[in-house]
Every structure is written in C-alpha cells, then in structure tokens.
C-alpha cells in the first residue's frame, strides 16, 4: 500500500463529511437570517469562496484530530483497532506527527482570510481589524481541545468520563455551527450559540456510542469512559436523553423572543421547518434509544453498533435541515 493511501486511512475520511456539512450548514443559516449583514443578502463570489476555503479547512482540522487521537491512543487502538497505519508500523509516530502538523497548518492559516461583509478583497480580509478575525479564533480553539482530549499534558480527557463528551461536544457540536457562521454574519448573537448548543448537548450523549465497543482497549488505556465507569446497561440509559430531548430546543426557539432583540424569536429561519424539524429529530432519536436499550450489551460486540451509525445520520441530517430552514 503506498503511502498516500495510508494518510487517507490515518485521517478517516468517513469522519470528515460530518464537519464539511456543518460548516457549510452553519454559513447557509447566518446568510438566511435575520443576522446577515449584508443588506441585500447577496450570493457574491467573495462569500462563495469563503465559505468553500473555510469547509475545506474543517475537514483538514478534522483530519489533524484523528491523527493526534491515534497517535496518543497507540496502546488502546492496538487492543481495539488494530489494522489502523500507526499500530500496524507501517507509518511511524514520526510521520504520524508530520502529518498532523501539515494538515492543523492548512487548516488554521487559511482561516485569517475568512471575515466577512464588507470586506470583500483580499488585501481587505487579511488587513482587517483584529476583532473581525472571528472564524480564525474558533478554529484555534478546536483546535486545542483536539489536544485537551487526547494529550496528557493537557489533561487528557478521554480518560475522564463525560468530561471526554464535553470536550468533544463544544469543538465539534457548537464551535463548528458557530464556524461556519462567522463565515458570513458577525457570532455576537444569541442565535448562532443557541444552535451549536442544540448539536453540542447531542453530542454529549451521543458521543458515548463509540466507547461500548472499546471498553477492552481504553480499560487497558486507562480510560473511565461512561460504558467503564457505569457498566453498558446504566450507561446506555444514562446517554439515552441526549439523543431525544435536545431537539425540543428547536421549536422552542423559533417562539422564545431573542433576549438582544425581542422583535423576533431567537432562531429566525422557517418557523414551519424548524418546527417539523424538531419533531423528526426527536422521533429519530427515538427509535435509536430503542436500538440501544433493547440490548445494551451488544454495544459492547459490535464495532459499529446501529446507534453510532444513526448518531452520524443523524448529525448530517439535522444538518441538512437546518440549512433548508433557512433558505426556504
């Protein structure tokens, strides 16, 4: 296998639709809302471009976490995963590291172009006053709790319990929404937050789905995932109302007033949408709390248990639907 082949498998493709989509969900909501700065709300080559630049970057940064995740889980994926590239030798933890540094490069610099409305031109955007570096400073935070997660001198959360959730559900449930909106409308409103805390309060849950599976290799890691702390049944029930009850926040805000402006609600996409929206994640969420509770111990059989694959279709699903609230 060439070496090409072995960095696509260090960086887990299969990982990275889920934050393209979000990013690219997160601009279209701010460009559809109330919040868009651009009076005429126009489709403009400038907007185009930084959208796509700031996709791509969220896809490398996720690359670059899936690295550094294996390179400090060596000894718990040679137990749980053991075909990955770094436990097989045939990448060493020297290219391990290389990669990782190449793509949290590529990821990160690119980012200090993208600001938005009205600066359109390129000396405008790299020239432009600090504060209005909004989606550089998101992905810089990512990108250390990438690090928080996984490294020991930064504590290392993965062996923590739900500390680990917490550190994967801010990143990737909340900043990456309020990422993507900075590439079109200004974060200080209620609005995009909101949004990311719906997906980040998912993901708390959800996020646990894959430890089941793992308990054999993070026990010998030192990791007190949820599964290892509680034993699969209770964990199971435990993680269960983040699948289903999030998703009441969403017909909720588009009837609680924005504390900044009471004229509107706080989520001023499609009412309608974000209403029937809502009422589809929580029955979907449903049926997978079904999955996982008619038989918790199987979680621990199966690599990827039904509920972890429905936790990522659902995440780019809700993805999908917020977008289309937003612009229909």
Not at 92 to 118: C, D, K, N
Not at 146 to 168: C, D, H, M, V
Not at 236 to 248: E, Q
Not at 251 to 265: A, K, M, T, W
């Amino acid at each position: 296998m060439n070496k090409l082949q072995l960095y696509i498998r260090l960086a887990r493709p299969f990982t990275l639709l889920p934050p393209l989509l979000g990013i690219l969900s997160g601009a279209i909501c701010a460009f559809g809302s109330a919040h868009n700065p651009d009076p005429d709300s126009r489709v403009t080559l400038s907007v185009v471009l930084t959208v796509l630049l700031g996709s791509l970057c969220a896809s490398l940064m996720n690359a670059g976490s899936n690295a550094i995740n294996q390179i400090y889980d060596l000894e718990i994926d040679r137990v749980n995963k053991p075909h990955r590239p770094l436990c097989t030798g045939e990448l060493s933890l020297r290219e391990g590291w290389a990669f990782t540094w190449i793509m949290y490069a590529l990821a990160l610099i690119p980012t200090w172009l993208v600001v938005v409305y009205p600066y359109n031109s390129f000396s405008e955007k790299l020239f432009a006053p600090l504060k209005y570096h909004e989606t550089f400073f998101i992905y810089l935070a990512g990108l250390i709790f990438t690090f928080i997660y996984s490294a020991p001198q930064l504590g290392r959360t993965k062996e923590n319990g739900f500390w680990a959730n917490l550190t994967i559900a801010i990143p990737r449930g909340c900043l990456l929404k309020v990422a993507g909106w900075a590439m079109v409308a200004h974060i200080w409103h209620v609005e995009p937050w909101y949004i990311g805390g719906v997906i980040a309060l998912f993901l708390m849950g959800a996020a646990s789905t894959k430890d089941f599976a793992d308990i054999e290799g993070d026990r010998a890691g030192g990791c007190k995932t949820p599964p290892i702390l509680y034993g699969p049944k209770k964990a199971a029930y435990i993680i269960s109302p983040f699948f289903v009850f999030p998703w009441v926040f969403l017909p909720l805000g588009v009837r609680i007033p924005d504390p900044q402006n009471p004229e509107h609600p706080i989520l001023t996409g499609n009412p309608t949408l974000l209403t029937w929206l809502g009422v589809i994640m929580f029955l979907w969420g449903l049926y997978t709390v079904y999955l996982i509770l008619r038989d918790p111990d199987e979680l621990t059989r199966l690599e990827n248990h039904p509920s972890w694959k429905h936790m990522y279709m659902m995440m780019m699903f809700v993805q999908i639907g917020l977008a289309a609230a937003y612009v229909l």
